[in-house]
């Protein structure tokens, strides 16, 4: 079954501006991650948030988690053309050896120079 | 540092053949995860390993096998290809312990044809 879903499915913006995507999740977590993917390349790691956590910033991202709403938001400010990619929310069910992500379907962002 | 290596980058086979992924994870890390990416599509899990053993089990077909070796590397078995197998496959790695997070590789492109 699908775990994260995010929105919106795409977005489009102009340099510098900000970009925000949503997830939403159905399960408990342990914790939360985003992962960006260049077309057709491997799953780079942006963040991890853990369920006791509300917000987290790691340079121009800031990703909040509301777990009463099973939600997550990632913030990327002043936007880049190099930003342009697929963005995923994965959720993690806990920290154990067993513990695979499941992932979202990704939001495609389009940074214009 | 070291990354996650996955080989070959790129397999083209027919239909029926059969194909070996190879996964080579970060240096000292003791679970593996293989995840399937069809065309625009989320990555969906596999299975992982975690210390030569298997750890979970998701969608993967009985067609397809896997296993971790002694050196911790794992390779991924699939039998019978079908036009629907074309993907791309990633492996992941982590460390238990680590909170959750993962490290993926750079993934094989199969295409069957």
């Known amino acids: 079954s699908q775990q994260g879903e995010e929105d919106p499915q795409a977005l489009s913006i102009q340099e510098g501006e900000n970009a925000t995507m949503n997830c939403s999740y159905k399960?408990?977590?342990?914790?939360l991650q985003w992962y960006r993917q260049n077309s057709g390349r491997g799953l780079v790691h942006l963040i991890l948030?853990?369920?006791?956590?509300r917000e987290k910033h790691s340079g121009r991202l800031r990703v909040t988690l509301d777990t009463s709403k099973k939600s997550s938001s990632l913030l990327i400010t002043a936007s880049r053309a190099a930003d342009t990619a697929s963005y995923f929310c994965?959720?993690?069910?806990?920290?154990?050896?067993?513990?695979?992500?499941?992932f979202g379907k990704g939001i495609t962002l389009s940074v214009r120079p | 540092a070291a990354g996650v290596i996955q080989s070959p980058r790129h397999l083209i086979k027919e239909k029926r053949e059969t194909a070996t992924l190879k996964c080579y994870p970060i240096?000292?890390?003791?679970?593996v995860y293989w995840y399937q990416q069809g065309p625009g599509q989320d990555p969906q899990f596999l299975i992982s390993f975690y210390e030569k053993m298997q750890s979970d089990k998701g969608s993967i077909p009985d067609r397809f096998s896997a296993q971790q070796f002694s050196d911790y590397h794992s390779e991924l078995n699939m039998s019978s290809l079908e036009l629907g197998d074309s993907a791309l496959y990633f492996c992941a790695s982590s460390l238990l312990g680590l909170a959750g997070e993962k490290y993926f590789g750079p993934g094989t492109r199969l295409t069957v044809t």
């Open positions: 240096p000292r890390h003791d679970t």
């Open positions: 948030i853990r369920s006791n956590e």
């Open positions: 994965a959720t993690g069910p806990n920290t154990g050896a067993n513990s695979k992500l499941t």
């Open positions: 399960t408990s977590i342990n914790n």
